[in-house]
């Protein structure tokens, strides 16, 4: 059901982007003495505009920023010091002080995975990043040993637990025999938003209205989410960055309007009540989030929580609300981390 209709593609270039690494690859800083250089570490793919900024605004702090990215790695010069938390990355020996992974999915490697040459490329990076994103002598942002298992079905009932309403929500191969709540239903993907199928080339699985008249009781291959559709006055998108919210309206006429007519949706900075921040903050700590992003809906006085997003992108709703509140909050707080667990002479 998902994959019927969905015209959204989406060509993710592998081209390098990264201020500091272009300035390093061109000889344009100083080579220093050879000892380890503290580093903000990056696990990424080269069309990840946030990172791409992040940099910049790290090098105007004097801080070393390096990345990984998935799309651009198998030609990587790599080299991974197990007893010492140090790496080499090119001809740079660098001392990860923090690591954030965004958006590094194996399957934009540029590899087939379905030949033996292919296989080895994934399995050995599923292994080695894994490794990085879980290594105990640096500090993360958003780790993945509490948010890999953060999938949208513990979302939704951690959030109840801690006060939040949250849809009636079943899941499902026959779509067609449920409706939770009774009403209008809403399907959605168990899993991510966007597929990638062929590395560069991503497809969209946006929710889309329950339309049993042309289901049936065919069965899906997956299970899928049948939500129960709520009647909502507006959207709130909210950004979690530290112990901040900052908030967005977002109006729009559809769910996945948001993907496949973005020039309609109307995007504005708003406050986040004090009481709602407070429970989005107390999720966050549970989660163990230091940046990510919560969907809501307003209904009367009411907040309808629908997912977290780990890997958010906040430069689209910057551009629409015509401000850079999240990227201002999201570099601080990474450079003042970083001072803090260099200071303590660690990266926990």
């Not at 002598?137 to 509490?146: C, E, F, I, L, Q």
Request: glycine share 6%; aromatic share 8%.
């Amino acid at each position: 059901m998902l994959l019927q209709g969905q015209d959204y593609h989406f060509r993710s270039p592998a081209n390098c982007l990264d201020f500091q690494e272009q300035v390093h690859r061109l000889g344009m800083v100083d080579e220093g003495d050879g000892s380890p250089i503290p580093c903000v570490l990056v696990l990424a793919r080269a069309a990840d505009m946030e990172m791409n900024e992040l940099s910049i605004a790290l090098a105007e702090r004097g801080i070393r920023m390096a990345r990984i990215d998935v799309d651009r790695c198998v030609d990587l010069a790599l080299t991974i010091y197990t007893d010492t938390p140090l790496i080499e990355l090119d001809r740079w020996l660098l001392r990860p002080i923090l690591v954030w992974r965004r958006h590094f999915e194996l399957s934009a490697l540029p590899v087939d995975p379905r030949t033996l040459t292919g296989s080895y490329v994934v399995d050995q990076w599923r292994s080695v990043a894994g490794w990085l994103t879980d290594r105990k002598d640096w500090g993360h942002v958003n780790p993945t040993r509490a948010t890999c298992h953060l999938d949208r079905l513990t979302q939704l009932s951690d959030a109840a637990a801690f006060g939040l309403r949250v849809p009636r929500t079943a899941v499902t191969t026959r779509p067609g025999r449920n409706r939770p709540g009774g009403g209008a239903c809403i399907v959605k993907t168990t899993g991510r938003h966007l597929l990638e199928p062929r590395p560069g080339m991503q497809h969209g699985l946006f929710p889309r209205p329950l339309e049993t008249s042309r289901t049936g009781d065919t069965p899906e291959p997956a299970p899928v989410i049948v939500q129960e559709y709520v009647p909502s006055d507006t959207e709130l998108r909210v950004f979690v960055v530290g112990e901040r919210c900052l908030g967005y309206q977002v109006d729009k006429l559809d769910p996945a309007q948001l993907w496949v007519d973005p020039d309609s949706v109307s995007v504005k900075p708003t406050e986040v009540p004090a009481a709602l921040a407070a429970t989005l903050l107390a999720l966050a700590r549970h989660w163990r989030l230091q940046v990510a992003a919560f969907d809501l809906l307003v209904t009367g006085s009411e907040y309808v929580f629908l997912e977290v997003n780990v890997n958010c992108d906040w430069r689209w709703f910057e551009h629409r609300a015509a401000n850079d509140d999240v990227s201002t909050a999201v570099h601080d707080w990474v450079a003042t981390r970083f001072e803090e667990l260099r200071g303590a002479g660690q990266g926990r």
